[in-house]
């Protein structure tokens, strides 16, 4: 009698939903999927120990594919709503497109509740992860403060010195020529480079690149008709080598000594010491970029989808948590993989002090941090993308065909009008 009682106390416990849940979830070990792209996905991996010790019945599973492929899969999931992770890792050019789309959780809200955590992060940052009325899209784990990264022996050769280079933007220019006339030597990559930079600078916090909140165009003004002026003066005194960023071309540059500088992350010093060109170690220095230019290149950010799988969004929280807010993975982050933190509490670490072999002994990483204090993020808006194509085929009819600065703006500033609102 009393074990048929037991019985039937039992089965009207476990007819109880919320216990029969709780039954089922322990019964079914859970997997959290992670869409990342190589070095976040070593990154996430490396993370794993210290998560299992906290959900030993959780699993993670990290897909990766390259760059391109990784973000083409998420585009297409996020339309879909179909195959979406339940963490994607984003990079900072895509985090402003998706966050007008509407598919990315508002990070806002509860369970997630990120404004809590908000002073945690580098200013620009977060302002980067800011969509529509305030949203929160994305959660920012490594950021890229710009750099000038210079070879100190091709400018010795030359007679100049680091103040040459960043006094000011003509200065750099003026020093390019005296590179080239005395040892041969580049002083970019392509011309391209000069005008990313300089139409990214004097922003102010929450202006936006190439339209304003009202999606006005703001390309027929001085910030770009001095960029695309500087360029071309790059152009017309040869101090471009044409070559692309990435290109097998651009490789070789650096290896072989005939690019003398480069505006870039702060992360590009890692790729030159691990894989772009490990031979120059000790010859070059890091420097701001000329005329006190503060801006920011790249970055990761973690998201989840809103049509993701429910029941798994806390869990897949707790897992950008330890990522981000992680002041031991943050850091482990940075030195395995050059990923410079987000997290302000890791920036106190004694490493930032540390010399860098591959920068002649430099401690550089001071010098990164603190233009991560000066960066202001421009707001995002949905023809960014369609924009930046825009400015760059009138920028090179300027540079190959000698097309009028003036004409070339005002032909942009009218096929973006076009699409501004659309």
Known sequence: MGVALIAGVLLCLLASPGLAQSAGTAAAPRTLLVAAYPAIDEVIKEALPEWQRRHPDVAVKVVSRQFADHHTAMTTALSTGSHL????????????????????????????NIERVRDRFVPYAYQQALGRAGRVVAVPADIGPGSLLYRADILAKAGLTEADLTGSWDSYVAAGVQLKARTGAYLVSHARDIKDVLIRSGLKPGEGLYFDQDSNVLVNSPRFVRAFELARTVRQNKLDAKVTT????????????????????????????HWLAP?????????QLPENTFVAYGGTFFAIAKASPAPNKALAWELIELLTLSRERQ?????????????LDAHTDPFFEQPIAFLGQQPARLVWRDATRRINAAAVHKQDAFAEEVINTELDKVL??????????????????QRARR
């Open 246 to 273: 990435w290109s097998n071309d651009w490789s070789e540059g650096f290896r072989r000594g005939t690019l003398a500088t480069q505006l870039s992350g702060a992360w590009l010093a890692g790729h030159l010491n």
């Open 279 to 287: 031979q120059t170690a000790g010859k070059w220095r890091a420097a």
């Open 85 to 112: 992770p339940d963490v994607m890792a984003l990079e900072v050019g895509y985090v402003g497109r998706f966050a007008m789309g509407g598919g990315l959780e508002d990070l806002r809200q509860p369970p997630f």
């Open 331 to 343: 850091l482990a982050a940075f030195k395995a993989h050059d990923a410079f933190p987000a997290l």
């Open 400 to 417: 190959d065909q000698n097309k009028p600065i003036a004409q070339a703006l005002a032909d942009a500033q009218r096929l973006l009008a």
